[in-house]
């Protein structure tokens, strides 16, 4: 079993950056499609971006492509998001999560193929 813990959220000015980590422990999750998704007041959670257990394909939402780079550490068992270009309607609690997809450039956006999930990091964007 492996458990998830985020970091790096905080209060930041529209237009600004920020870097969010997940660390893992319990396990290694070097061979796992990892994901981060967030979810808004009232809204339901949602896909931001994903990355294959080699690094090598992502994927990300087209409303943070171009903005949201994702990546990972393997050797640091750390998987980064990094927001730039911030905007009010990035708010939100960010979640990091490890997915079924084992040794696979496949990507995954809908929530069942996680199995494992953090506690959830906020992100506020002020205008």
């Known amino acids: 079993q492996v458990q998830l813990v985020e970091s790096g959220g905080g209060l930041v000015q529209a237009g600004g950056s920020l870097r969010l980590s997940c660390a893992a422990s319990?396990?290694?999750?070097?061979?796992?499609?990892m994901g981060w998704f967030r979810q808004a007041p009232g809204k339901e959670r949602e896909f931001v971006a994903a990355?294959?257990?080699?690094?090598?394909?992502?994927d990300y939402a087209d409303s943070v492509k171009g903005r949201f780079t994702i990546s990972r550490d393997n050797a640091k068992n750390t998987v980064y998001l990094q927001m730039n270009i911030l905007k009010p309607e990035d708010t939100a609690v960010y979640f990091c999560?490890?997915?079924?997809?084992?040794?696979?450039?496949?990507?995954?956006?809908?929530?069942?193929?996680?199995?494992?999930w953090g506690q959830g990091t906020q992100v506020t964007v002020s205008s």
């Open positions: 319990g396990r290694s999750f070097s061979s796992y499609t």
């Open positions: 999560a490890e997915s079924t997809i084992y040794n696979s450039a496949c990507s995954a956006r809908e929530l069942d193929k996680y199995n494992y």
């Open positions: 990355i294959s257990w080699s690094g090598s394909s992502t």
